[in-house]
């Protein structure tokens, strides 16, 4: 049975979902979708059914995520709950249907993200591990780690900087590439705090990306043959210990008895019939083939 981080959504069982839930978690430009993207093929022609989901993408609260985030004034309090409910819809309605239906569900990112965001924003930790305690505990969260001097080339020669991944809403200062550097080393702080706290996986993400992708597949592999043993295990007869008290059944012993009981009485006739035999003498026989015996075993021609 699968287990919460402390509270249960209101008609939700935790039994009865033989699924998988695997987590790449990491800070933007790490390699997570990279990688989740190459892992879902690999699965699904390893006879997988796959579904892959990420933040903002809740169907009720995923368009109003980035159209709020767009005018660049979303307060800290207002973008928790706001990313709180994107989860718990995706949860309720994406991520436990597909565990129940035995799926592999590959999340880019979870409550991790979320809770290392808003703690650097400030917003209380007590409150925020409250809020997201709801969440299932993961099969396996891999941590893609990379240092700020690793991920600052790779956000430059790609889409740039961002103004809530700098930090622009956090920190007071108008240089984008100095709040970037400011609000990743202390969201990298707080990965590697969370990291200890849940127990990741980490995984050196600044190796090239095939070098990643091996790593992951050999651990995800473990995980799906550690469910197929658990699973011969649960289907296999139980055993049960021979009985030491006879190296034969008392029924064995007993029918055997029986056996011998039956063959001696068909050998007795035939032992008292030879006797007679020896004792009377009747026969026939002589050099011709002519003669009989009598009782004294005398020949008469």
Known sequence: MRETYGKL???????????????????????????INMLKPWLEELGRAVLDTGMTRSPLAGEGI??????????????????????????????????????IVLTDRYIYSL?????????????????????LKPDAVFYLRITLDQLI??????RGFDYWESGMDVYSGHDMYENFCRYQSA???????????????????SADEKVVMAQLKAKILRILDADCRKMAVAAAPAYQAPKTSSYLEEPTIARLREAWKGLDRLLQPATANAAA???NGNGNGN?????????NGAIHK
């Open 9 to 35: 959504l209101p008609g939700m069982r935790l039994s009865d979902m033989p699924g998988k839930l695997i987590v790449l978690e990491g800070t933007d430009g790490a390699g997570r979708t990279t990688q």
């Open 66 to 103: 980035r159209r709020a985030k767009e005018g660049n004034n979303l307060g800290r309090v207002t973008q928790s709950l706001f990313y709180a409910t994107d989860f718990i819809d995706r949860l309720e309605n994406e991520i436990v249907p597909a565990l129940r239906a035995g799926f």
């Open 115 to 135: 809770m290392a965001r808003a703690i650097v924003r400030g917003v209380d930790s007590a409150w925020i591990r409250s809020l997201f305690s709801v969440a």
């Open 153 to 158: 080339p790779r956000v430059v020669f790609s």
């Open 187 to 205: 969201l990298l702080a707080e990965f590697d705090a969370l990291s200890t706290e849940f127990g990741f996986e980490t995984i050196d993400a």
């Open 277 to 279: 035999g020896n004792g």
């Open 287 to 295: 050099g011709n083939g002519n003669g009989h015996s009598n009782g």
